[in-house]
């Protein structure tokens, strides 16, 4: 499936706060088989903590001028951790997941990170299955959050050279679009 049509937006700005709550709120209500979403003022305080956390940052897919998924991250020394993940329902099966991941793994190799880590809703088998399909790991580390069982997935990457990531920030504009947020 080609992917090139979606851009990816780094915007911690209200605006991409906001579109990023409501694709949380669109996709956790079809994942839960709810009547609706919750509304966006239930979502928007979560993304909001979590960028504001050191070495955070928020990155918004668009599809058509429209947000259609986003990645939260936050960066550390060792580890690239990612946090929220959405894709919204509308746009599922259309490589914006896919995309995202691979956005992501990009994103720790430009930071010399090798590894990568996030928790899932255990019986999410949705986004189990799109995780394991970019590489994703499971792996025996369990936990209790909101109520639900959560499973910890893991990825090993190879870190680029210096003249490999020079390559990627060297790539034309169509590849990645960058806002300051």
């Known amino acids: 499936m080609d992917t090139s049509a979606i851009k990816i937006v780094r915007d911690g700005g209200v605006e991409s706060q906001r579109a990023a709550a409501s694709i949380w709120a669109r996709a956790t209500a079809e994942r839960d088989n709810l009547l609706g979403p919750a509304p966006l003022e239930e979502k928007l305080p979560g993304i909001q903590h979590r960028l504001s956390t050191a070495g955070s940052s928020l990155h918004v897919a668009h599809l058509r001028g429209e947000a259609v998924g ?18 919204d329902p509308e746009s599922w099966g259309a490589g914006v997941g896919r995309r995202l991941l691979t956005h992501v793994d990009d994103l720790a190799r430009l930071a010399g990170i090798g590894s990568l880590e996030l928790w899932v809703i255990d019986d999410n088998e949705r986004a189990i299955q799109v995780y394991e399909r970019s590489g994703w790991t499971p792996t025996e580390d369990l936990k209790i959050s909101a109520g639900r069982l959560e499973r910890r997935l893991v990825k090993s990457l190879t870190v680029l050279t210096l003249g ?18």
Not at 75 to 86: C, H, N, Q, R, S
């Open 70 to 87: 986003f990645v939260l991250v936050v960066t550390g020394e060792a580890v690239l951790e990612l946090v929220y993940f959405a894709v």
């Open 164 to 181: 490999e990531m020079l390559q990627i920030q060297q790539l034309p504009p169509s590849h990645d679009e960058v806002a300051d947020g």
